[in-house]
């Protein structure tokens, strides 16, 4: 007769192998130090990363996370030059990177919906896009998703560039541009200004981009290298950054508590204004597989990006992003792995 113990043990060392086979490569012992460009200021809208870290995600992973708020074209410098492995960015960054030549890919569209909006004071009748027709639309400059979503709008609409007068305010000064009627409407993000404006007890109207047509909205970059080489590099920050999502998506009001660590101005007479932001932005996260992108909105987005004349020739799509990692990762992630 055998020696059961002998089984058990052999039993014992094949499971735990074959436990560690899935669970993929052990994290480094001492976390690597990773700088990651984040494209705007430290902001509430933020919670999933900063979830990610304080419950230790990023860690478990091996990653140290520095963030760094500079602007979002840095991101995709460095990115695309290969000095650092991710950046957040705004979709169109990802197409117009491509065209000059920068091997940069996203690989989690983080932003499910367009986050770009035109709003008006509900006193001007801007209803529908066409309701723009004739009138005068502010906008903090000709460059970035703002300009691109309201191009994108005229063009779902079938309006052409002269049948709306866009202003530039050179900053962003929106708010203030449309209160004191220099202009009917403006643009800007729908989980920001038209808040703003509300809250100061003016009725407003929005036409979200969303609404009318797919874009691209803001994702996770990286580039052909990284994939290639370091696969499991990326498996490791998507792992993290998504049960960072996860737990944000699931509970907020706990997001939204440990965003206070990060970001200034979250508690006391701001406190309800960001905690109506972080709800206003929770919706334009949501999706039936969280960080998927939409191959139709990366048509749709070169499509408008070449109509304005920012892409000169065609693309090969395919190579701008994958949905590989997230596809692999998410199923996990939603299991509580």
């Known amino acids: 007769m055998r020696d059961r113990r002998g089984i058990l043990v052999a039993f014992g060392l094949a499971l735990a192998a074959a436990c560690q ?36 995600y990023f860690a478990q992973e091996g990653l140290q996370i520095a963030f760094d708020y500079s602007f979002e074209t840095n991101g995709v410098q460095l990115v695309g030059a290969g ?45 529908t896009p066409q309701d723009l027709r004739g009138r005068t639309v502010g906008l903090p400059g000709f460059f970035g998703a703002s300009y691109v979503g309201f191009k994108a709008l005229l063009y779902a609409a079938g309006l052409s560039d002269e049948a709306v007068k866009a202003v530039d305010l050179g900053g962003f000064t929106q708010v203030a541009a449309v209160k004191e009627g ?31 047509t797919a874009l691209v909205g803001n994702g996770i970059l990286t580039n052909e290298r990284t994939i290639r080489d370091q696969p499991d590099l990326v498996r490791r920050f998507l792992r993290a950054f998504l049960r960072g999502l996860r737990d944000t998506l699931r509970d ?59 892409l000169k020739e065609p693309l090969d799509l395919h190579a701008a992003y994958t949905n590989a990692f997230v596809e692999e990762i998410w199923p996990q992630v939603e299991r509580g792995r």
């Open 21 to 56: 086979a899935f669970a993929g490569p052990a994290a480094p012992a001492t976390p690597a130090p990773l700088r990651l460009p984040m494209g705007y200021i430290a902001n509430v809208q933020f919670a999933p990363f900063y979830v990610a870290v304080e419950k230790g």
């Open 83 to 127: 000095q650092l492995p991710f950046a957040l960015v705004s979709g169109e960054q990802v197409l117009l990177a491509r065209a000059q030549g920068l091997p940069v890919v996203m690989v989690a569209q983080w932003y499910q919906r367009y986050p770009i909006a035109v709003f008006a004071l509900a006193e001007k009748g801007i209803r």
């Open 182 to 212: 220099k202009v009917d409407a403006a643009v800007g993000y729908i989980n920001n200004e038209p808040l703003v404006l509300r809250r100061s007890g003016l009725p407003v109207h929005v036409l979200d981009v969303a609404d009318y």
């Open 252 to 310: 907020p009001k706990e997001a939204f508590e440990i965003s206070k660590k990060y970001v200034e101005g979250l508690s006391g007479e701001n406190e309800a204004a960001q905690w109506e932001v972080l709800q206003a932005t929770l919706p334009l996260w949501q999706a039936e597989m969280p960080g998927r992108s939409d191959p139709r909105a990366w048509q749709e987005m070169a499509a408008v990006l070449t109509r304005m004349g920012q």
